[in-house]
């Protein structure tokens, strides 16, 4: 497949910089590989894609989803803003070998024509891009008419979106009109982005257990090494001791209350598909 580029990429909005900063920070390749790697092959199973699809996956990381797509025997681009995780994912890609493209990319100005891809997905993440809408228009766009779109975010009820409420208070101010990540876990909001431009909407919530962490502290301390965001939050309080402490209780909080009547957590996610009309 020879994508061609629609134009070229716009300035930096204001959060470009910062969000390709931020993703760089701890190890997510690890958080992808050792917790979220089933999600992908979920996706791809929900959508039906397989050999000689044209796929695009859109804040792709480092390809949960565009790797076993590629292996499947489609024709897959993974698009990121991130060019370190696009690294880890192409070093990652040979390892199991899987030949795809990867290309850095804004999910809200995507560098490819219109109706160029049989599939778009996204496993994790377009959902932390800030403006919802913008991307939502760009993942119709470049779907072709009959194409499916399929997406994996969590809820704002679940696990994971109780963790980014505990961190609100602690992260930087977002910018102007910017959206809360989990939202594209909330059926009626997914809906509302993709509108009438889209037939056989389903949303389904599941979850996925994680039974790596014995108790909220090793839950916590694993995301202050490796998660991005989480990384972010303790960066920005790193002079103030009580901040830190209050951060700290949080989040071991957090992960004890799920563990306590379970050895497993249950991070619950919605998963969506649809066509294009």
Request: glycine share 8%; proline share 6%; hydrophobic share 45%.
């Amino acid at each position: 497949m020879n994508a061609v580029p629609r134009e070229p990429a716009p300035a930096d909005r204001g959060y470009e910089s910062k969000h390709r900063a931020m993703w760089a920070l701890g190890d997510y390749p690890t958080v992808a590989a050792e917790l979220v790697a089933s999600l992908g092959p979920i996706l791809l199973s929900a959508t039906g894609v397989g050999a000689g699809d044209r796929v695009l996956d859109v804040a792709a990381g480092t390809g949960n989803a565009a790797i076993p797509a590629a292996l499947a025997g489609a024709d897959v681009i993974a698009s990121d803003l991130c060019p370190q995780l696009l690294d880890r994912g192409r070093e990652l890609a040979q390892t199991r070998g899987a030949s795809l493209r990867w290309v850095e990319a804004n999910a809200e100005a995507l560098p490819f024509d219109s109706d160029e891809f049989d599939a778009v997905l996204s496993c994790l993440g377009v959902m932390f891009a800030p403006y919802h809408q913008r991307c939502a228009d760009e993942l119709v766009r470049v779907c072709r008419p009959s194409g499916v779109i399929g997406l994996i975010a969590w809820t704002p009820e679940g696990f994971i979106g109780q963790m980014f409420a505990a961190m609100k208070p602690y992260l930087a101010a977002p910018l102007p009109g910017a959206q809360p990540a989990p939202l594209w876990g909330n059926e009626e909001h997914v809906r509302h982005l993709l509108g009438d431009r889209v037939s056989d909407f389903s949303a389904q919530r599941h979850t996925l257990r994680v039974d790596q962490f014995a108790d909220g502290a090793a839950f916590r301390d694993y995301f202050k090494a490796h998660y991005g965001p989480t990384v972010a939050a303790y960066r920005g309080i790193a002079d103030k001791p009580d901040r830190v402490a209050e951060l700290d209780a949080s989040l071991a909080g957090l992960g004890d209350r799920h563990l306590a009547t379970a050895s497993a957590m249950e991070w619950q996610y919605l998963l969506v598909t649809a066509r294009k009309r």
